[in-house]
T-cell receptor, first 116, second 116 residues
Framework: AQKITQTQPGMFVQEKEAVTLDCTYD???????LFWYKQPSSGEMIFLIY??????QNATEGRYSLNFQKARKSANLVISASQLGDSAMYFC?????????????FGAGTRLAVHP | DTAVSQTPKYLVTQMGNDKSIKCEQN?????MYWYKQDSKKFLKIMFS???????INETVPNRFSPKSPDKAHLNLHINSLELGDSAVYFC???????????????FGQGTRLTVV
């Protein structure tokens, strides 16, 4: 079974509007962390935001916020006031468990295009 | 002052050759990784090292051999290169090994390997 599912291969948004990128995950471990990364066309992987499974509040980092719905196992990324520079691939990732099992499992990614 | 640097950035080589990709991190992190990103942009972990010890080996062919001379370096050597090895290889590092900690992985800029 897929551990991380990103159902939107591509999304587009008008500049200055908000956009939500979907991510659902599958784990039976009570301890896990969820991450979002951005990969622009230049290829580097840029960390955006993190949510821990025990965090009570949704994470926010500037224009990025994570809509964490634990019961639904979803961790959607919300980008507010989109900018042209937000055009990129976005990856949701999960790290499971405590005590040494420390790999990030990535979703297939969503390509976001921001239109002027 | 690049945090995670890998060389070379591009590598074009013929089938059957042996090549190496080097990675160094100056973040003082304990854990380093190699990820492979295929032509569909899917990112999959290959190896993880913690303090120079191999802790994750994800069913990677024996032709791939990581080497960690110290915790700041993790090199990847590939023997007998095949066409299917063409991909972007990312080195990454993180601090800590626990799922719920904000131990995001910092990625190098990637090495685009093309086997002809």
């Amino acid at each position: 079974a897929q551990k991380i599912t990103q159902t939107q291969p591509g999304m587009f948004v008008q500049e200055k509007e908000a956009v939500t990128l979907d991510c659902t995950y599958d784990t039976s471990d009570p301890s896990y962390g969820l991450f979002w990364y951005k990969q622009p066309s230049s290829g580097e992987m840029i960390f955006l935001i993190y949510q821990g499974s025990y965090d009570q509040q949704n994470a926010t980092e500037g224009r990025y916020s994570l809509n964490f719905q634990k019961a639904r196992k979803s961790a959607n990324l919300v980008i507010s006031a989109s900018q042209l520079g937000d055009s990129a691939m976005y990856f949701c990732a999960m790290r499971e468990g405590d005590g040494g099992y420390n790999k990030l499992i990535f979703g297939a990614g969503t390509r976001l295009a921001v239109h002027p | 002052d690049t945090a995670v640097s890998q060389t070379p950035k591009y590598l074009v080589t013929q089938m059957g050759n042996d090549k190496s990709i080097k990675c160094e991190q100056n973040l003082g992190h304990d854990t380093m990784y190699w990820y492979k990103q295929d032509s569909k942009k899917f990112l999959k972990i290959m190896f993880s090292y913690n303090n120079k010890e191999l802790i994750i080996n994800e069913t990677v062919p024996n032709r791939f051999s990581p080497k960690s001379p110290d915790k700041a370096h993790l090199n990847l050597h590939i023997n007998s290169l095949e066409l299917g090895d063409s991909a972007v290889y990312f080195c990454a590092s993180s601090q800590g090994t626990y799922g719920t900690q904000n131990t995001e992985a910092f990625f190098g800029q990637g090495t685009r390997l093309t086997v002809v």
